[in-house]
Every structure is written in structure tokens, then in C-alpha cells.
């Protein structure tokens, strides 16, 4: 299977622990996406990588998050003492340039955090 | 600020029907605007899109109409299918982020 690939699918956290998700896009995608998706919501942007740089972090990110995108190739998102309200799909995305330009992304099948 | 709006939470139509989910934005500078499809359990795929500079675009039973004056896009599939059964997203871009809608839930009954 060559989609785009999250591990783990499903954690269940304490609230303060610390928590990572990695995600595996496309390969030779060079733009990658994190989304956050809440139950009756749209996915909301999180943050995207060109290649390893970070272009854009959305303001909804505190301080709490961190993603990185070390080599290019594969991406992780932290989340540093979670928070009840951090619970939610976090959905992951790569796209060539060309898609990332119209929009055309290809989804992963999302990491479901539970925090308690 | 929600820059993108489905107002239909949900949708309910009959098989063999025309099946409309509509959606607003408030960005004029959006060059792209798509449609996605969600099943429980799995990502979003994409559906369709069209460009800012067209009003129409057809791919199968799906069609995209995109009316700029109105901010304003719709989808509608013909004939409408169960297997059509699924959360609709329409989404925006102007080249970087994407900005998804609430969603609407399609709901197609034999």
C-alpha cells in the first residue's frame, strides 16, 4: 500500500502525558499536512511542511504542539502535556507542489487521541 | 472566523434523485475550491474541484457550479447512489493551507 500512512491509530493518554504521532506521506509528496478534526467539524489546519521547512503553523497551534519534518520524508506531530480539549482525529496529508497549489491533498486515515 | 460554510448539517435524498450540498466562503483571493468525501473510519479523498476562473465542472455524475458573485459553490450528483452515503466537505485554497467546511452528511435511501 503506497497511501499515506499514521501511526499510531488510536491512543489513549492521560491528561498532562505527552503524546506523538508520526505520519508516512506519499513518497516523493514534498508537501505534507496536519490536520485536527473534532466530531461535527470540518478538519482544521494545523500546520505544512514544503520539503523539511515549515511554511505556515496555523494560531490555533499553542505552544503545546510541535511537528517537524526532519528529513523530508516523514513527519511527527507532539503534543506536550495534553489537555482534555485536545482530544480529536489528527489527520495527516501529503501532496505533490502541484496539488498542494490546488488543493488536492491525499489523507491518511488519521490518529484518534483520547485524552482522560 | 469561518472563511468556509456548509449551513446543512446534513442531507437526505432518495436513490435515483439529484442530491445538492451546497457551501459559502468569504475569501475572494481562493483560486481553488474542491469537494471531499468522508466514510467513517478513513481520511477524506478527494472528489472534484474547479477552478476560481470557471463556473463549471463536470466529472461523471458530479458536477461543481461556483457562482463568484455569490460566494458561492455547489455539488450535485446525478443519479444519487447509497454507496454515495458519506460526510461531504467542501475546501478552499489560495495556494497554500487548505480551509475545509463543517461538512454535510449524505444520506442516500434505496
Known amino acids: 500500500d503506497t497511501g499515506v500512512s499514521q501511526d499510531p491509530r488510536h491512543k489513549i493518554t492521560k491528561r498532562g502525558q505527552n503524546v506523538t504521532f508520526r505520519c508516512d506521506p506519499i513518497s516523493e509528496h514534498n508537501r505534507l499536512y496536519w490536520y485536527r478534526q473534532t466530531l461535527g467539524q470540518g478538519p482544521e489546519f494545523l500546520t505544512y511542511f514544503q520539503n523539511e521547512a515549515q511554511l505556515e503553523k496555523s494560531r490555533l497551534l499553542s505552544d503545546r504542539f510541535s511537528a517537524e519534518r526532519p528529513k523530508g520524508s516523514f513527519s511527527t506531530l507532539e503534543i506536550q502535556r495534553t489537555e482534555q480539549g485536545d482530544s480529536a482525529m489528527y489527520l495527516c496529508?501529503?501532496?505533490?507542489?502541484?496539488?498542494?497549489?490546488?488543493?488536492?491533498?491525499?489523507f491518511g486515515e488519521g490518529s484518534r487521541l483520547t485524552v482522560l | 472566523d469561518q472563511q468556509v460554510k456548509q449551513n446543512s448539517p446534513s442531507l437526505s435524498v432518495q436513490e435515483g434523485r439529484i442530491s445538492i450540498l451546497n457551501c459559502d466562503y468569504t475569501n475572494s483571493m481562493f483560486d481553488y475550491f474542491l469537494w471531499y468525501k468522508k466514510y467513517p473510519a478513513e481520511g477524506p479523498t478527494f472528489l472534484i474541484s474547479i477552478s476560481s476562473i470557471k463556473d463549471k465542472n463536470e466529472d461523471g455524475r458530479f458536477t461543481v457550479f461556483l457562482n463568484k458573485s455569490a460566494k458561492h459553490l455547489s455539488l450535485h450528483i446525478v443519479p444519487s447512489q447509497p454507496g454515495d452515503s458519506a460526510v461531504y466537505f467542501c475546501a478552499a485554497t489560495g495556494g497554500g493551507k487548505l480551509i475545509f467546511g463543517q461538512g454535510t452528511e449524505l444520506s442516500v435511501k434505496p
Open positions: 496529508a501529503s501532496s505533490p507542489s502541484s496539488g498542494g497549489l490546488t488543493g488536492e491533498l491525499f
